[in-house]
């Protein structure tokens, strides 16, 4: 291992870096010694280590498997948003000079000390190349949640800016969860969640609740600043912990100066100021660099909310009024056993698509009265085997869902799922669908005389993708109709990175 002095690892490539930061009395230690060895120190020079050991990469990545976008963008015509005529496809690229001009721009309006250096500028290249379809998709959840932001920001004197936060925390993906255990929008971890008055029970992790992470989150950030009264203290205490702070600015001589303190500091948590820069100049530059919102679907205006009064679950709604499990489980992450535990004393909040709003309203004390539970498809044996024959076809006619075929014949919505291979919970009018009526269909005999349900089911096939240049698990994901999720899975990968020639099972 080699030693070198802080002043060689931080004043040789950033000699900017510190003459934009406001502290007149600020002095590097002599006597301060950063161990490093020499990949560490190309890597940091580069920005590189900085990135990598972010959760950044991680979070972008969870964002693009987020299903209710649309492939447009946000209701507004790209020919006027796009006013310095780009090409569709084209990459703008800037000198530094222009990047620092405009970073500095944004500084005269806050009270937080923007500044531009390589880390920043690593990161600006992260969002704004390497990652631009994230950041079309965080642009357009920005839409969702940045109003709700900036009125709790606002009522706590919080600069506003600090709604960037949470996408370098979440991507803005509200069913966001961490390695560490961090949860929701704000990223709460367990501990500080409950300081805050965020409850976390075994059916109940308000953490992912959107409204009520926002309050904690600014009584946090709150109570951060009256601690450490400079903003990038703030921000890296909210990523690390104070006490990891404190350590960091014993270790720097007693300096309360963030740059200061950067080599102390974990290594996940050095990106995290650059990170925050970098995305709040994105979203206030994104079309000079022919970035425009896309469209999140429902979850722009396409949802509603109903109090519930009683103890509920999912799949009794799912049955009763026909919303999609998939629904229920994306929008409602805080109920983490897809059980709504609300009384009359603790009523809860559902968020539901508009158009299942007033069903459920209607329908709500049949909803609380229906307690049956979808089951599995029972195993078929020899002494339990029911005639080919014995089903129907039943023709959807307008205004049915699953739900209520599934209650007219007296079986569940996952029985009618089986039977007809249906991989979602919406049908269309005039759809045939196959209807046993003794619960089960038969048995059949394959070629090798074994028995097998009429389900059909085959076993996964594999097949080998080689990872070509340029690609990501997210690229792949999309190319074969899975997510990352399952890749990393298939391939036992613990992070989000890929290189290139590197095989990869998918399974189909």
């Known amino acids: 291992m080699k ?23 600020y002095a590097v230690p002599d006597s301060l010694e950063v161990e490093l060895n020499d990949k560490e120190i190309q890597d940091i020079n580069s920005g590189k280590a900085v990135i990598d050991e972010s959760a950044v990469m991680e ?8 299903s209710y976008f649309k492939d447009v963008y946000l209701d507004i015509d790209t020919a006027v948003m796009n006013i310095y005529d780009y090409a569709k496809d084209e990459v703008p690229v800037f000198d530094d000079s222009i990047y620092q001009q405009r970073i500095e721009a944004l500084a005269r309006e806050t009270t937080i000390p923007l500044t531009f250096n390589s880390y920043v500028k690593s990161f600006i290249d992260l969002y704004a190349n390497r990652r631009r379809q994230q950041s079309s998709r965080m642009l357009g959840l920005s839409y969702v949640y940045f109003p709700m932001f900036e009125e709790y920001l606002a009522k706590y004197n919080l600069p506003l800016e600090l709604k960037y ?4 925390e979440s991507a803005l993906n509200p069913t966001a969860g961490s390695k560490a255990g961090a949860k929701g929008l704000w990223q709460f971890m367990l501990g ?19 409204m009520k992470e926002t309050v904690a989150a600014c009584q946090y950030l709150q109570s951060l600043y009256a601690r ?6 703030v921000l890296a205490a909210y990523n690390s912990g104070p006490g990891t702070v404190n350590k960091a600015i014993i270790r720097a001589g007693g300096k309360r100066n963030y740059w200061a303190i950067w080599p102390y500091l974990p290594r996940e948590t050095r990106g995290y100021v650059p990170a925050f820069i970098a995305v709040t100049y994105l979203m206030n530059y994104a079309t000079e660099h022919n970035i425009y919102p896309t469209n999140p679907g429902l979850l722009l205006h396409g949802t509603d909310t109903v109090v519930v009064n009683q103890r509920v679950g999912f799949n009794q709604i799912n049955e009763v009024v026909g919303v999609p499990m998939t629904d229920l489980v994306f929008f409602n992450p805080q109920y983490i056993k897809r059980i709504v535990p609300a009384s009359k004393d603790f009523p809860c909040s559902l968020r539901l698509p508009m158009k299942y709003t007033l069903r459920f309203v209607q329908l709500e004390d ?15 044996t020899e002494e339990k085997v029911v005639p080919v024959n014995d089903y129907i076809i039943h023709t959807v006619k307008k205004g049915e869902s699953l739900g209520s075929v599934a209650r007219k014949y007296n079986v569940t919505v996952s029985n009618i799922k ?21 619960g089960a269909p038969k048995a059949q005999v394959n070629k090798s005389g074994s028995k097998s349900s009429s389900s059909g089911k085959q076993p996964a096939t594999v097949r ?13 994901s999309n190319k074969y109709g899975c997510s990352v999720n399952d890749l990393k899975k298939w391939n036992n990968l613990k992070s989000n990175t890929v290189k290139v020639g590197q095989k990869l099972k998918i399974k189909k």
């Open 3 to 25: 030693y070198i002095h802080l002043i060689l690892l931080i004043f040789s490539p950033f000699a900017t870096l510190f003459a934009q930061v406001n502290d007149p009395d």
């Open 59 to 66: 979070m972008l990545d969870m964002v693009s498997s987020i």
């Open 165 to 168: 936060l949470a996408m370098v």
């Open 192 to 210: 500080t969640g409950k300081d805050y008055g965020l409850r976390v029970t075994s059916l109940l992790d308000e953490r992912y609740d959107p």
């Open 228 to 233: 450490y009264e400079d903003w990038f203290l």
């Open 366 to 380: 049949s909803i609380y009265a229906y307690t049956k539970k979808a089951e599995p498809v029972p195993v078929v």
């Open 418 to 438: 089986h039977w007809n291979r249906l991989k979602r919970d919406t049908i269309h009018v005039g759809q045939k669908l196959k209807i046993y009526r003794s």
């Open 464 to 476: 080998t993708h080689t990872v070509k240049k340029g690609e990501t698990l997210n690229s792949i």
